[in-house]
């Protein structure tokens, strides 16, 4: 099937339970932005809020294995899952890393969750642009808990709180310097974070301190620190109970329906084709641009100035 052959029917056959056309839908918004428009007016109607949770940490920290936990807690519990493995994008192919997603797939039934394994693609926030439409998708196909697995990478991470209600930081003792992880900007917007590997030395003393740094409430939450031993499902009966709880503090602060709204939907699908529209291609060949060229290669203007000027020109919104 052609990637731009009959949305239509692959819409239906996806809220019909299909999920080769969910999939197929998937790529559609990844590769054909142009399409998003007529794929999202008949899917959004459809879309049933679902509970949304990012998780994040280094390499290393256990977060497959702590997916596979909250994934199968999430199963055991009647709830049909989906789950999105942000991967890191290769700089050769534009390929992304399919290993966690080839291992967890084995373990559930495919009625119950649907894994997809997502590039990064050029997101220094550990997002892939779609991201935020596959969810929209994944509701609508029925899911009502949604994980979402990114990159990765330290400090950077933070376009995952656009997509996800609460945000999970794992951590472990070799993480580092308590001072280092404290001063880790993606740390100021957990939710809730997880020692992880609570059973090697060094992750009492991290948890202590990440505790002692969280005395004061976050816009009326307490941060919980929970230690986890992952790989022995210890510890994540604890985060699905903090979860529980962070769900009930965002329904009573207004913050869940703030999130849900068509409005908060709307600012992201402005920010989405602003991003795909002014790609390198664009820039580099539209005429507004390119009448800066000759200025900036001679000296006359810096690059930062023409593109103020350059961007205010295109968005109409140059002062006079």
């Known amino acids: 099937m052609a990637l731009t052959q009959d949305t239509g029917t692959l819409i239906n056959n996806m809220l019909n339970g299909d999920v080769r056309s969910l999939s197929r839908l998937m790529t559609l918004v990844e590769r054909e932005p142009d399409l998003v428009p007529r794929i999202m007016k008949d899917v959004y109607p459809h879309r049933r809020p679902a509970r949304r949770v990012g998780l994040s940490g280094p390499p290393g920290a256990g977060k497959s294995?702590?997916?596979?936990?909250?994934?199968?807690?999430?199963?055991?519990?009647?709830?049909?899952?989906?789950?999105?493995?942000?991967?890191?994008?290769?700089?050769?192919?534009?390929?992304?890393?399919?290993?966690?997603?080839?291992?967890?797939t084995e373990m559930f039934p495919a009625d119950k969750v649907f894994i997809r394994s997502v590039a990064s693609g050029d997101s220094l926030g550990g997002l892939a642009a779609a991201t935020k439409l596959h969810a929209l998708l994944l509701e609508a196909a029925g899911c009502d808990l949604v994980l979402i697995e990114t990159v990765g990478l330290g400090q950077v991470g933070y376009d995952i709180t656009d997509v996800a209600e609460t945000f999970i930081l794992l951590v472990v003792p070799e993480s580092g310097d308590t001072v280092q992880i404290l001063k880790s900007g993606i740390i100021e917007l957990a939710d809730i974070v997880v020692v992880n590997k609570a059973d090697r030395d060094?992750?009492?003393?991290?948890?202590?301190?990440l505790r002692l740094s969280f005395m004061e409430p976050r816009h009326g939450w307490s941060i919980p620190v929970i230690m986890s031993v992952a790989r022995e499902d210890k510890g994540t009966d604890e985060i699905m109970d903090a979860l529980k709880r962070h769900l009930f503090y965002l329904r009573e602060d207004g913050r869940l329906a703030s999130f849900r709204s068509p409005d908060h939907d709307f600012i992201n699908a402005v920010s989405f084709f602003i991003k795909r529209t002014l790609n390198r291609e664009f820039l580099a060949t539209h005429p507004v641009f390119k009448s800066f060229h000759e200025k900036i290669m001679c000296g006359d203007m810096d690059p930062y100035s023409a593109a103020a000027i350059a961007?205010?020109?295109?968005?109409?919104?140059e002062k006079q």
């Open 311 to 317: 961007m205010n020109t295109i968005l109409g919104q």
């Open 202 to 209: 060094g992750a009492g003393e991290i948890a202590e301190t």
């Open 65 to 104: 294995t702590t997916l596979g936990n909250l994934i199968k807690r999430g199963v055991e519990a009647g709830r049909k899952v989906g789950v999105l493995c942000i991967d890191p994008t290769s700089p050769l192919t534009g390929g992304a890393i399919l290993g966690d997603r080839i291992r967890i």
